[in-house]
């Protein structure tokens, strides 16, 4: 039996044993179980009739597949019997109140990276824990930065549980045979420089001037006035890129663009953005819509988007500074505006 710290251990060792703390640690430990539930099912597809087959389409207008919608079941009934005040999830229209008195509430992505289920590639879970207000429904009309935890979980090679609880981020990975998610990676700092980047290039036409400038950048390399050669990855799962990001650095970034509905990008604020903007920032990392910082943003509807660029902190810099200087951003292209540029336009 292997000697790591169990996620219950470690979170019994963080102190504070006030109710609101004790609220979080039982949701957390209560995300973990559903989490093993959802595992049991990513790791046998078709065996347990998980076919990535469309169900329907949820209010944001994506395609309902078969495991959205068994991990947004699996999860509410792990966290129903707790002192939880507002539900929110993905895969639900608005928020299910449940006991407006409870101090705290939670927001989900039941199944991220849905696009991915039947091709056998990495997806996940990704949870927001916010303290509960007076007026509970709106326990997602807050500020990032007022997440009491935040946590994802990749359904990979392993199954590891990344979270923060607001004293740095640590990494479990669970023990397939114990059934218990152990302790592999605590206070996790993501190295501030990168070379590697995660964006759908395939979007290049449709991105404004500092996302292209800043692309072009990487793309030029060590002959580009960023002066060093870059690395490209696109896994089309958010959970997959972050849990990259955290071991070696890089950048991700899905920010707005010209394409109808994307103008704010394709992430949703409450249960993608604010969770991992809260989780890369406590691993020393940066997160920002190029103009704003991520956790300063505070939804208007539960299921609004936002342009989300989050990662090592000196190439996160980089790019707000070329939405901030556009006259960087231009003199970023203009070698490139000489002709068509890298990509054929
Ligand atoms: P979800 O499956 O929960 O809708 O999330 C998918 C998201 C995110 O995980 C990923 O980075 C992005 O969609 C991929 O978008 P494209 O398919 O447009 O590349
Ligand atoms: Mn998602
Ligand atoms: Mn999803």
Redesign the pocket.
Known sequence: MSQELTLQQRMDGEGGSDPLRRAVKEAVAALAQAAIDISDLTCRGALAGITGKAQGRNTDG?VQKDLDVRADQIIREALGALPIAVLAS?EMADLEILNPAAPISVAF?P?????NINTNMSVGTIFSIMPTPSDASAAFVQPGSAQLAAGFVVYGPQTSLVLTLGQGVDIFTLDRVERVFKLTGSTVQIPPNATEFAI?ASNRRHWDLPVRAYIDECLMGADGMGGKDFNMRWI???VA?AFRILIRGGIFL?PGDARDGYEEG??RLVYEAHPMAFIIEQAGGGATTGRQRVLDLVPRTLHQRVPLIMGSIKNVQRLEHMHTAPDVALETNAPLFGHRGLFRV
Do not use: T
């Not at 199944?111 to 696009?115: A, E, F, I, R």
């Open positions: 994506d993905e992505d199944l991220d990276g849905s696009s759908n089309g799962s958010l890129e899905y394709r992430l």
